[in-house]
Every structure is written in structure tokens, then in C-alpha cells.
């Protein structure tokens, strides 16, 4: 297969766990002789710097122009601890969920059994969990009228939905569902919300056409106590933009790190895939950002395209990393030389060399392997 991939780096450590996931595509190109072209664009803080503009018309026009977007992370100090700052680097994010119609995000949450004792939610709590959450990426309050009165002391957000984008959505929800456990949890604010009892309506219409699926509603502040009282009764959650960033933040405890939480975006034309966690600028260039959660965003592009075999080989490479210790130091305390690039080095050589890599692992952490 051909791939004409955009790479969207962005800031902070985006970079660097990009570069991971790049280096294991060409690891599977390479095995499954598939020809994955890389095209780099700016986005973010460094597009701003460079560009005065978050999002320049060049790198949305290399997006629409390839097939499947990777991105990294954005964000930084200056514009983060500025509240008056005009152009931000989240504005070039959002835009280009709007401008590429990625209205749905999806965000798988697994506790894997060699970290349970990284979370800080106790073993038998978490064992088991295997949840995928279904967020309404280009609607609610986010995209909203915004409004700040003149004298600067009292500012709205409109929440707002259409029924089309509840729709579109819960159908995918509910697909997914069917291939899984066959239960879709909607979570809203139906009790104080207009905007969550329209999704409410609509999601209990749209059900009906899905008889072999249970759908059950939680009110978010009670999803989230579920969340971690017991995260196994859940299989795939549905909800709109700010209840679901919230919620799959919530979620990434269970796995012990945010950067082991991969995403995709999709929209009927366009997809991005990109790890849920931020720009983290106080690890950029230091070597410990956790590339996991890129690597296996690039497994979900890999199945987006029906290359189900090829995604099944990384994840793979990233059980047997995890379960060798060679991961970076937000999970990993018995060895201090794991770096971003071993990992990604690591889970390169398992794909070039599954029946046989690093089987005398204790050479990467002395700086041995060949591969290092």
C-alpha cells in the first residue's frame, strides 16, 4: 500500500515522540513492503513564531492533500501562562479538526497487566480495563460563540449541538460496540442541560437501530467517580467535546501515564492520529518523553486502513518493551538510561527482527545493543 502520510510535529516533545513513530512506519513499510511517504508542516507554537499563524494555509493544504495526518503536541509556556495572549497554539489544533471535519476522536484505554502497579488505582480495581471512548471533536462549547462583556467582567461559552452531529457520532459508538463488548455508556448532564438532553434524545433514537447493543447514561460527575471506582463496567463511552476531554484525561491514570494514551480523528474525508498527552515542555530534549503513546497512534492509522496485521506487529513490540522495562522514566524506575529513542529503537528492531530481538535485553540498558 501507498501512504501519503503529514507529519505535524508541533511543539515541545512532539518532535521527539514523532520522530518514534515515523521510525517504526518504516520499520513496517519496510517488512510489508508498503511505500509510506513523510511530508513535514508546521503547527502550533513554532508555527506562530515562524509564521505569526498557528496554523498556516500551507500546512492545511498539505493535510487535505495526504492521507492520514500524524501529529505530535502543542503548546507552550509563553502563550500557556499568558491569558491575554490573541493567537494561541490551541487554535491551530482546533482549526484544523474544523476545517477537516474530524468530529469524531477515539481513545482507547487498556490497563496493561505489567503496569498495574504503576497506577496509582489499586491492581483489582484496574485489572482488566479495556475501554474505548467515542468524543465529539468539532461541536459544544469549545467551538461556541464566545463572548467577553466591555468591562472585562463577564464572559459566556455557548454550548451548542445539532442533532447531525450527535448522529454521525453515536453511529460510529455504536459500530465500534458491536465489535467489542456490545455496550455503549452515554455520559451528559442531562439533568441541568439542554444541550445534553438533545444528545440524550438522539442517542436513544439512534439505538434502536443497534437492538444487539446495551446502551446505558451516567451523568459526567457520577462517570467520572466510575471511572475510578471501577473502570471495568465500562466498554465504549460516548460523549460530547468538554466531557470528553475531561473524562479520557481522567482515564489515563489507569494505564499509570498519559503517554501511553494513543487517539485518532476522524471525520467522513480526513483522519489524524496524535497521543492525547500535551507539548510537556519541561522534558523537551531531555530524552524521557514517553513515545509509546505515538507509536501506537500510528498503529491506529495503520488499522484505519484495514492493515490489521502490520498494527498487531507493533503492539507486539510495545507489550515486550513493557514488559523488558525498556520505557521511559514515567513508568520505568529500574533503569535511569531508557531513553525516547531506545524505545523507539527497541520497538524498530522487534518488528525488523520479531522472533528474535533483544533477547540478551540487558545489553540496551548497558549501551551494548546494536541497536542503540
Same mark, same amino acid.
Not at 496493561?112 to 480495581?125: A, E, G, H, R
Not at 519541561?282 to 495503520?302: D, E, F, H, V
Given at each position: 500500500?501507498?501512504?501519503?502520510?503529514?507529519?505535524?510535529? $508541533?511543539? $515541545?516533545?512532539?518532535?521527539?515522540?514523532?520522530?518514534?513513530?515515523?521510525?517504526?512506519?518504516?520499520?513496517?513499510?519496510?517488512?510489508?513492503?508498503?511505500?509510506?511517504?513523510?511530508?513535514?508542516?508546521?503547527?502550533?507554537?513554532?508555527?506562530?513564531?515562524?509564521?505569526?499563524?498557528?496554523?498556516?494555509?500551507?500546512?492545511?493544504?498539505?493535510?487535505?492533500?495526504?492521507?492520514?495526518?500524524?501529529?505530535?503536541?502543542?503548546?507552550?509556556?509563553?502563550?500557556?501562562?499568558?491569558?491575554?495572549?490573541?493567537?494561541?497554539?490551541?487554535?491551530?489544533?482546533?482549526?484544523?479538526?474544523? =476545517?477537516?471535519?474530524?468530529?469524531?476522536?477515539?481513545?482507547?484505554?487498556?490497563?496493561?497487566?505489567?503496569?498495574?502497579?504503576?497506577?496509582?488505582?489499586?491492581?483489582?480495581?484496574?485489572?482488566?480495563?479495556?475501554?474505548?471512548?467515542?468524543?465529539?471533536?468539532?461541536?459544544?462549547?469549545?467551538? $461556541? =460563540?464566545?463572548?467577553?462583556?466591555?468591562?472585562?467582567?463577564?464572559? @459566556?461559552?455557548?454550548?451548542?449541538?445539532?442533532?447531525?452531529?450527535?448522529?454521525?457520532?453515536?453511529?460510529?459508538?455504536?459500530?465500534?460496540?458491536?465489535?467489542?463488548?456490545?455496550?455503549?455508556?452515554?455520559?451528559?448532564?442531562?439533568?441541568?442541560?439542554?444541550?445534553?438532553?438533545?444528545?440524550?434524545?438522539?442517542?436513544?433514537?439512534?439505538?434502536?437501530?443497534?437492538?444487539?447493543?446495551?446502551?446505558?447514561?451516567?451523568?459526567?460527575?457520577?462517570?467520572?467517580?466510575?471511572?475510578?471506582?471501577?473502570?471495568?463496567?465500562?466498554?465504549?463511552?460516548?460523549?460530547?467535546?468538554?466531557?470528553?476531554?475531561?473524562? @479520557?484525561?481522567?482515564?489515563?491514570?489507569?494505564?499509570?501515564?498519559?503517554?501511553?494514551?494513543?487517539?485518532?480523528?476522524?471525520?467522513?474525508?480526513?483522519?489524524?492520529?496524535?497521543?492525547?498527552?500535551?507539548?510537556?515542555?519541561?522534558?523537551?530534549?531531555?530524552?524521557?518523553?514517553?513515545?509509546?503513546?505515538?507509536?501506537? @497512534?500510528?498503529?491506529?492509522?495503520?488499522?484505519?486502513?484495514?492493515?490489521?496485521?502490520?498494527?498487531?506487529?507493533?503492539?507486539?513490540?510495545?507489550?515486550?518493551?513493557?514488559?523488558?522495562?525498556?520505557?521511559?522514566?514515567?513508568?520505568?524506575?529500574?533503569?535511569?538510561?531508557?531513553?525516547?529513542?531506545?524505545?523507539?529503537?527497541?520497538?524498530?528492531?522487534?518488528?525488523?527482527?520479531?522472533?528474535?530481538?533483544?533477547?540478551?535485553?540487558?545489553?540496551?540498558?548497558? $549501551?551494548?545493543?546494536?541497536?542503540?
Amino acid at each position: 500500500m501507498k501512504l501519503n502520510i503529514a507529519v505535524l510535529p $508541533g511543539d $515541545g516533545i512532539g518532535p521527539e515522540v514523532t520522530n518514534q513513530s515515523i521510525k517504526v512506519l518504516k520499520a513496517i513499510a519496510l517488512m510489508f513492503d508498503h511505500k509510506f511517504t513523510f511530508k513535514t508542516a508546521d503547527v502550533g507554537a513554532v508555527a506562530i513564531d515562524r509564521h505569526n499563524n498557528p496554523l498556516p494555509d500551507a500546512t492545511l493544504d498539505l493535510c487535505k492533500s495526504c492521507d492520514a495526518i500524524l501529529f505530535g503536541s502543542i503548546g507552550h509556556p509563553k502563550y500557556d501562562n499568558d491569558p491575554t495572549a490573541k493567537v494561541r497554539p490551541e487554535q491551530g489544533l482546533l482549526k484544523l479538526r474544523k =476545517e477537516l471535519g474530524l468530529f469524531a476522536n477515539i481513545r482507547p484505554v487498556k490497563a496493561y497487566d505489567t503496569l498495574l502497579d504503576k497506577s496509582p488505582l489499586k491492581q483489582n480495581i484496574i485489572q482488566g480495563t479495556d475501554i474505548s471512548i467515542y468524543r465529539e471533536l468539532t461541536g459544544g462549547i469549545y467551538f $461556541g =460563540e464566545k463572548h467577553l462583556s466591555e468591562d472585562g467582567n463577564v464572559a @459566556s461559552d455557548l454550548c451548542e449541538y445539532s442533532r447531525e452531529e450527535i448522529e454521525r457520532i453515536t453511529h460510529l459508538a455504536f459500530k465500534a460496540a458491536k465489535t467489542r463488548s456490545r455496550k455503549v455508556t452515554l455520559v451528559d448532564k442531562a439533568n441541568v442541560l439542554e444541550s445534553s438532553r438533545l444528545w440524550r434524545k438522539v442517542v436513544g433514537e439512534v439505538a434502536e437501530q443497534y437492538k444487539d447493543v446495551t446502551l446505558d447514561f451516567l451523568f459526567v460527575d457520577n462517570a467520572a467517580m466510575q471511572m475510578i471506582l471501577n473502570p471495568k463496567q465500562f466498554d465504549v463511552i460516548l460523549t460530547e467535546n468538554m466531557f470528553g476531554d475531561i473524562i @479520557s484525561d481522567e482515564a489515563s491514570v489507569i494505564g499509570g501515564s498519559i503517554g501511553l494514551l494513543a487517539s485518532a480523528s476522524v471525520g467522513n474525508k480526513y483522519a489524524m492520529f496524535e497521543p492525547i498527552h500535551g507539548s510537556f515542555p519541561q522534558a523537551t530534549g531531555k530524552g524521557i518523553a514517553n513515545p509509546i503513546a505515538s507509536i501506537l @497512534s500510528a498503529t491506529m492509522l495503520l488499522e484505519h486502513f484495514g492493515l490489521f496485521e502490520e498494527a498487531e506487529l507493533i503492539k507486539e513490540a510495545v507489550d515486550k518493551s513493557l514488559k523488558l522495562n525498556i520505557s521511559t522514566p514515567d513508568i520505568n524506575s529500574k533503569y535511569d538510561n531508557v531513553t525516547t529513542d531506545k524505545v523507539g529503537d527497541f520497538i524498530e528492531d522487534f518488528i525488523l527482527n520479531p522472533n528474535d530481538t533483544n533477547m540478551n535485553f540487558t545489553n540496551i540498558h548497558l $549501551g551494548q545493543s546494536t541497536i542503540i
